[in-house]
Each structure stands twice: as structure tokens, then as C-alpha cells.
């Protein structure tokens, strides 16, 4: 791979990169929403406070630690076969080029990998809302942005030991992703995942088992202009990994923004008809996940599969979502007010899947040896990270608790964390009248 684009690519990647930041918002605004609105604030301003951890951290060590597309990383070699598990570059991306005009293509994939780490870092935000304390998911970024992020990312790169899976086992052309989604929202799924296990339900959410206790979203309007923001940045997003991970041309550009919008468009219609068939009236909640859900599966996808396969991939998504989301929350007890477990975790795996059986390979490629690929990618990703992730956040907890003492979660997370609330004009504690 190259490292010089032309005018024109370099020009239009930077415009997308420009763009997706508009994902980061959407989600930290869905999050807002689904959240109370005695925490709304908190909520917030705790995803402004996660970016910033977020980039400060990848940026002085997980740049490192991720290294770049044309530089030999780290690693051990098996029976012949070279391992690459981890990039050695300078710090503070210092050989990224980005005083050079020879080297463009390493400074704006760095970009593309900040909007990436920071916004794996509040998509788990949301699942802890209403009882999860702000220093103790700071603590938890510095871990997935310093070091968990970027080795995934070499792992699941063209470069990294399972991207090389079609050259060292003639695993089809080896783990396939065009948009980061192993290393960003399946990797968010399970973050989520812990972070709940780690935290708990909130108060009053499983009264005994078997039986939830309905806590809506306090603001609809949020959550659905977050889905729309959040289409613009995917659009970004998808488009400038198309450009600067995959090699597409200009026209295929055009058509991951194009399969991008049909993912998330017949991913939303799904759950629009699976809501109103299930409850009589569509759930605007469960429809906003269903919207992103698409938009996680297009991550995977978009890139490598045409406009039919997009839709197909979408509509699978939006039917599973609020089936899924359902059952972890009344068949397994699992609080997650985001529904990212389900959102991000288990469609970003779909979404890997599909470009397994969906995808476009070389003519030499092997289809069920593709499959395989992104099973073996999969399955890594599930083995090392559930673990880790869980060893890691119950060790931090120990040091930096997770959730809120429980005065805390009953004056709401403004008042505990930020000594004053979002809506001050309004009562936001009504429901403790009726305990």
C-alpha cells in the first residue's frame, strides 16, 4: 500500500474525516436521552470528558501500540509464519508524517483512529447511565485507549496476524473489516458488557426475577436527532476507511456512502414493523436502535458488498435488535439503557459475518474459507477481550468504584457528580413519590 494519495483523494478523505465526528455527537446525544433526566448532565458532559481521555491517551501511548500500515510491527513467528501482535512507532504519532506531503494517507488514517477510539469510549458510557461514576469510566478509557484499542486494531488490520490469515493459512484474503468494527463496537459490545457485570443494575430496575421495571428514556427528540446525526458521521466515517484502509476509488466511495444509508435505512423499517407487531405501536426507543444498529453493520460492510447485500445486512440487524435487547433484559437481568451489547456487540458480529458470506473477494478467494476468517477474527476477539476486559474493570473497581453510592443514584448523577442538574426549573425526581 501506498503511502501518497492524490489532490483529489486526500482532499475528499479529510472532508468525510471532517464529518465524522457528527457520529460522536449522535451517540452522546441517544445516550443523553435514554438516560433520566436527573443524570441527562452528567451524561453529557461525561462523553465531552471520555473523548478527551479518550484522544489524549491513544495519542501518546495507543498511537504506538497501533503503529502504521507500512511499518513491521511486533511480534513472534509461529512455524514460519510472522505474528504481527503490536505496532513500535514513536509516541505522539511521530512518524505519522504529518509534516510531510509525501506521506498523507499515515496522518489522516491517525485521524480516522481517534474519531474511532473516542467513540468506542462513551458507547459503554450509555450503558452504565443513571449509576455509573465518571472517574471510574475515565480509568476504564485510559486502559482501551492506551492499550486494548490500538492492539486490536493491528490484530484486525490488513498488516495485523489476522489480517494476514488469507496469506499465512489461505484463510480467503484474510479477517476482513472495512471500517473498524471488530476494534470499535464489537469491542464497545463487550466493554459494555463488563461495564454493566462490574456496575449492576440500577436500583428498582429487576424488583425479583424474571420481572423489569419500565425506565424510559426521558427525551425522545434526543435520541432521534442523535440517529440522524449519526448517519451524517457514519457517512464520514465509512467513507474516509473506504478511501484509506480498503484502496476503493473514488466510485467506491459513492457506494459505501450509498450501502451505508440502505443498512440503516431497511435496518430502522425492521424494527419499525417487528415494535408494532410486538406491542401493538412502534416504540421510538427500540426504533432509534434498530436505525443504529444498521448503521453498525454498514461498519463492517459497506464497502465490500453491493446495494441488495446492504439492505439484506440491515434488515437482519433491525429484526434481531429489539428481539435481543428484549431478551437480555428479561430473560438475563441486564440494565442496559443503551442497548449497546446488542447494538454495537452482537451486529457489529453480524456484520463481520455477512462480509464473510456477502463480500466482495478476489477471484482466487475461497467463500467458505472467508467465512472461516471472520469466524477465527470473531472468535479471538470474544475469547481475549471478555476476559481482559472483565479482569481489568473488576481490578479498577477495586480502586476507582464504578457506581454511585446509592444517595447518589436516588438524587440522580447531576446532583452526585455535578451539583446541579440539567432541567433546574423542573422536578426530575417524581418517581420516588410513588415508592
Known sequence: MTNTLSDVTWILAFALLALAPLAIAGIALMNTGLGRSRSAAQSLLGSVILVAVAAIFFAIFGSSLAGTATQTGAGVTVAGKFWD?????????????????????????????????????????????????????????????????????????????????????????????????????????????????????????FPKPGVSTAIPGHHAVYVLLGCLLALVGWIGS????????????????????????????????????????????????????????????????????????????????????????????????????????????VVGIWGLIAVGLMGALAAQADRAAQVLAQLVGIATLLGVLIPVVYLIFRLLNKIVPFRAESEGERLGMDLYELGGGAYPEFVVHRDEFHR
Open 238 to 345: 465509512n467513507g474516509a476507511a473506504s478511501l484509506l484502509l480498503l484502496n476503493s476509488p473514488l466510485t467506491g466511495v459513492a457506494s459505501t456512502a450509498l450501502n451505508t444509508m440502505l443498512s440503516a435505512s431497511a435496518a430502522v423499517l425492521a424494527t419499525f414493523f417487528i415494535t408494532r407487531a410486538r406491542f401493538g405501536k412502534p416504540d421510538a426507543s427500540l426504533c432509534a436502535n434498530g436505525w443504529l444498529a444498521g448503521l453498525v453493520a454498514s461498519s463492517a460492510a459497506a464497502g465490500l458488498v453491493g446495494p441488495g447485500s446492504a439492505i439484506f445486512i440491515g434488515c437482519v440487524a433491525g429484526v434481531i435488535t429489539p428481539l435481543l435487547v428484549e431478551l437480555l433484559e428479561l430473560g438475563m437481568s441486564i440494565d442496559d439503557p443503551s442497548g449497546a451489547i446488542v447494538v454495537h456487540g
Open 85 to 205: 501482535l503490536s505496532g513500535h512507532a514513536p509516541l505522539l504519532f511521530g512518524s505519522a508524517g504529518f509534516h510531510s506531503a509525501e506521506t498523507l494517507r499515515a496522518p489522516l488514517v491517525a485521524i480516522l483512529r481517534i474519531w474511532s477510539v473516542v467513540l468506542l469510549a462513551i458507547i459503554p458510557w450509555g450503558s452504565g447511565s443513571d449509576r455509573l461514576r465518571l472517574p471510574a469510566a475515565s480509568a476504564a478509557t485510559v486502559v482501551s485507549a492506551a492499550v486494548l484499542f490500538p492492539l486490536i486494531t493491528r490484530w484486525t488490520s490488513a498488516s495485523g496476524w489476522l489480517g494476514q490469515l488469507g496469506v499465512s493459512f489461505g484463510l480467503g484474503a484474510g479477517f476482513l473489516d472495512s471500517s473498524n468494527a471488530a476494534s470499535v463496537h464489537v469491542f464497545a459490545g463487550i466493554t459494555a458488557l463488563c461495564v454493566i457485570w462490574v456496575a449492576g443494575p440500577r436500583k428498582g430496575k
